[in-house]
């Protein structure tokens, strides 16, 4: 099986925000007034949570109005937040039902038109040139085999002088990652780097890296506990993979990392 078709498998699921929406109202949430805040539990998918987003957007430190690509958007956690910052966002992501998803919650909290979704590999923009101020990419490279072509078209989307974040898990040590891991189930679609690698990557395209943080220790203890989960969309064994990513950082196997450049 192509890449593309078991990153797409392992995160697709039909009707996503219905499961979301009736899970929500399930626990108590006023799903008829529904809040981007609402869906924290469920749409930030990547160590660290909102606050972790919040982070990555503050290193970009962009003004009002200024227009964001989020590269891997997921079902849209990302892009919500940058959308109530006031950016103007696009999203876009490999797995059609995440898309789906992300475009009826956006719309759900009133946002849709702040941000909008698109389903389109990394490597194949379909965006014109100079067309975004930054880009993020949160937790998204451990599922992409070629990064440098990303990246490359990353750059191209961005004007002169557009920030780029990358916040990922990246490698750190020599020993087997324990899979299943949040991203995969196996090293078939698990691409982790080094750090090292990710500037090499950057730089080989023409970014400038500016600055690299370990992010790990503010991403201690996993996802909050709670009645709505990661794992109402990603399935029960869920909880096995975020064990053994947080067992692969103890064991100095990975580490949260956030890389900013220049384009």
Known sequence: MDVRDLVRSHYGGGALDEVIVTALAEHGVDVDHLRA??????????????ASTGHVLDLLALPHDASLLDIGCGIGGTSRIAAERGLRVTGIDLTPDFVEAATALTARVG????????????EE???????????????????????????????RVLRPGGRFAVYEQMSTGDGELPYPLPWAVDERSSFVESVEDYQRHLEAVGFTVDSVEDHTAATAGG?????????TILGPSFVERIGNNIAATRDGLLRAMVVVATA
């Open 111 to 122: 946002l849709a038109d702040r941000a909008v979704f698109l389903t389109t590999p990394g």
């Open 223 to 231: 996802p909050p506990p709670g009645p709505v989960t990661q794992a």
């Open 37 to 50: 805040a609402d869906l924290f539990p469920v749409d930030q998918l990547h160590a660290g949570g909102p």
């Open 125 to 155: 923009l379909a965006l014109p040139d100079a067309s975004h101020d930054a880009a993020v990419m949160i937790h998204v490279g451990m599922n992409v085999p070629d990064k440098e072509a990303v990246f490359a078209e990353v750059r």
